[in-house]
């Protein structure tokens, strides 16, 4: 009668050369196996312990219950089994690698890491062992080692579930993202039959989007290092693994009317719109990039949404006078100027805007008291200068300038929008 052994969950082949000579302890062993590999760990351990009693010098039984003890959860016996295993028989590698697989799951590190490799020497290069060296480099903190372990079991079994798992959760904690999805999709290539890969998949579209928030941040890096080009070549990547992340959607259109590509700024900004239909800003930002479009109808749209959204938003108000103006209803202008003064009142610019708005009325005091107002608060040289020659025009009018003949524009204010870190903007 032929016995059997099992190491790391495997079943070897044992002849009669090493069987005990009694029938009852061969069938009290094998009906162990019988057990085991049906999961009825209890049994198991009986149909063991009475093989033993029988014969107490048998390593493979004292290795097999071994293994039901850790299946169940108790290692400290199967790690005692596993070492009277190796008492009797000190070469025999299914022991050691018994062993240190379950001192590994202790945390004895270093007996795992020694047991693991005597076994390792003893027999032909195994995937399963490779697999939990890999592991335990890796919990000892050199990821290198750990990684190429890894990898020598997947070359030796290209079907090592544990092997790419473990690889997976290696590069997400290390934020090599790329290589963190094709493992646990291997993992799910590896699993799919048995239908039950939904938490993978929504684990991997967790880690695309980490990946996405992490290429975000690096793109504001470069963004304020001065290298826009840089930035949005990482946020279209992050948008290629989250195309509906509207920070990166807004930051990215941001840069792009920045740099005067107003369209696709456009493009950008109603796609995080799409997303986040309630965020005022967004509705803002759209409207600027409208305006310097020359599409003033738009703009307002987009402007009157904003305020709808967020009347406390002071450039939205602003930015509505400013269309306004320019579409000559300046008792419009004028209102939406002074409700932006009113939210924010040491903004220089609504003031100028306001200022503007008195001149072409007429009103030059009024006027040249919001242009002393602006300049009470801004130290800026060249704005101080420009706001200068705009209070000597209406000095040198004289009172008579009429209205709708002032020759300055208006300002669009958008300096608060720009590339920020989520969350600190509306």
Known sequence: MMKLVLCLGLLTVFFPSDCLPQYEAVDSYNQGVEALRKDRLDEAVDFFTRALQLDPKDHLAYNNRGVAYKWKGLLDEAI??????????????????????????????????ADLTA??????????????????????????????????????????????????????????????????????????????????????????RMHASALHSIGLDNYRAGKEKQAIELWTKALKLDPKMVQVLRDRGLTFHKAGQHQKAV?????????????????????????KMKRPDQALDDYNRSIQLNPGDAIACNNRGLVHHEQNQLDKALEDYSKAISIDPSNPTFFENRALVFTVKGLHKKALEDYQSALKLTTDERIRSNIMERVSSVHSAGGDTAPGMS??????????????DAGRQP
């Open 267 to 291: 493009d950008d900004f109603t796609l995080a719109i799409e997303t986040a239909p309630s965020n005022a800003e967004l509705y803002r930002i759209r409207g600027d990039a409208f305006y």
């Open 407 to 420: 020759s300055s524009l208006p300002e669009l204010t958008d300096t608060e929008s720009v590339p920020a």
């Open 80 to 113: 005692a089994d596993y070492s009277r295993a190796l008492e009797i028989k000190p070469d025999y590698p299914s022991a050691l690698a018994n062993r240190g697989n379950a001192l590994y799951r202790k945390g004895d590190l270093d007996g795992a890491l």
């Open 119 to 208: 076994a390792q020497k003893l027999s032909r290069r195994d995937s399963l062992i490779c697999t939990t060296i890999g592991l335990v480099y890796a919990a000892k903190g050199d990821l290198d080692r750990g990684i190429k372990e890894l990898r020598q079991a997947i070359s030796l079994n290209k079907k090592n579930l544990r092997a790419y798992q473990a690889l997976a959760e290696i590069y997400e904690n290390q934020k090599d993202y790329d290589k963190a999805v094709e493992h646990y999709a291997k993992v799910i290539e590896l699993t799919a039959s048995k239908g039950n890969t939904k938490e993978l998949e929504l684990r991997i579209e967790q880690i695309k």
